[in-house]
């Protein structure tokens, strides 16, 4: 399992940026594999970058660890294939490392941005509210969460991963990362 990794990072990293350079089109290039737009802003706006991606990347480390090693359960309490529970949650995991390390950002966060968009459609297909009542206004044993009186479910925090990942995509990982080292200027 840890060969295909490693073979799709390689060839993500030296094969695909020379496919991408041969195209004679100024806006492909190898720094695509990073971000939307090519710049890597210092300072603070890098700093407000670094923390937006560190920290986006840490909460989708804390979400796909338990979805990998309970993998089964929670295809079943989605009711989607295996496969695709797979998929979704090795890309939470291995997107929020890339994502924290500021390497390869565009990357990571388009497969974790179509997960997210997969989430809130099965919420809205099964006519979850956008922002559900709050815990504690709703009665006594009305919503039970794993561990006794939890949030309810809406696809509000799915639309904010959304939003959140599509400003790094199109903003970048900032100065203070890997793929500012390989494709900054």
Aim: charged residues 10%; aromatic residues 14%; positive net charge.
């Amino acid at each position: 399992m840890i060969y295909k990794f490693v073979l799709g990072v390689a060839i993500a990293v030296w094969v695909l940026p020379k496919v991408i350079a041969s195209v004679n089109y100024p806006f492909l290039g190898p720094y695509l594999l990073s971000s939307i737009s090519h710049a890597y802003p210092g300072g603070f706006p890098g700093l407000a970058l670094l923390l937006l991606r560190v920290s986006v990347g840490g909460l989708f480390l804390i979400h796909g660890y338990p979805k990998v090693l309970h993998l089964r359960r929670w295809a079943e309490s989605i009711k989607t294939p295996v496969f695709l529970c797979f998929i979704s949650a090795w890309t939470m995991l291995g997107g929020g490392f890339f994502l924290i390390l500021g390497f390869l950002t565009l990357l990571a966060t388009l497969p974790i941005l179509a997960s997210m968009l997969f989430a809130i459609l099965l919420h809205l297909i099964e006519g979850k509210p956008f922002v559900a009542t709050d815990p504690y206004l709703i009665p006594n044993d009305q919503y039970k969460g794993p561990l006794g009186k939890g949030e309810p479910p809406s696809w509000e925090k799915a639309l904010m991963y959304c939003v959140m990942l599509i400003a790094i995509a199109i903003l970048g990982p900032g100065a203070y990362s890997i793929d500012a080292a390989i494709f900054g200027r």
